[in-house]
């Protein structure tokens, strides 16, 4: 799918969720973007860091963590978010704000299922514990077997969150034009547009 050009004469398309496809790369990319994902921390201030974008589809963006991480905290306590997609080149960028909510076991399978070896290694053995090791010792403990069996399940520590969005603002730069950004925000069953500068 051809990139919408923010640029180009005439109105976006009526569904942010359209442009964001036409951005995006399909769910069945290995290749996922890595955005960052901004949460409110316990003492009320921003707090923010980078994770894989899983999939994205009419219901929202979904990412996984460890359920002991910071971030499954913080949503638990303000359940709000937004995420940062950034092109290389600084080309384009999409925010998207919205409410959090915990992903169903059929996705958190799909998800799992889609993960390489090596973030599905990561989910089963990667800990504080094993962090605090020397290296010789985070190398052997990188280097235990994982079960087959275990493997194809979703790691006990891992769990998925889908950021339903409230509001989109597409960003894109411009070498012969000042560059520009389109805010969609929900209104009633569907979406408000206007474009506002970069």
Known sequence: MTPFDLHADGDPPADPLDLARSWLPADADPDRPQVVLSTVGEDGGPDARTVLLSAFDASGFA???SRGSRK???????????????????????????????????????????RSDHLRRLAWLNTDDLAGLDLAGRRRGWAVDVRDDAAAQPAPSWVGYRLRPAELTFW????????????????????????LAG
């Open 63 to 65: 990412f996984h963590t």
């Open 72 to 114: 499954v905290a913080q949503l638990a306590a303000v359940p709000r978010a937004s995420m940062t997609v950034l092109w290389p080149g600084f080309t384009r960028q999409l925010v998207v704000r919205g409410d959090v909510v915990v992903e169903d076991a059929d996705a958190l399978a799909r998800a799992w299922a889609a």
């Open 172 to 195: 894109a730069g411009g070498a012969d034009t000042a560059s520009r950004r389109v805010r969609y925000t929900r209104a009633g069953d569907g979406w408000q547009h206007r474009y």
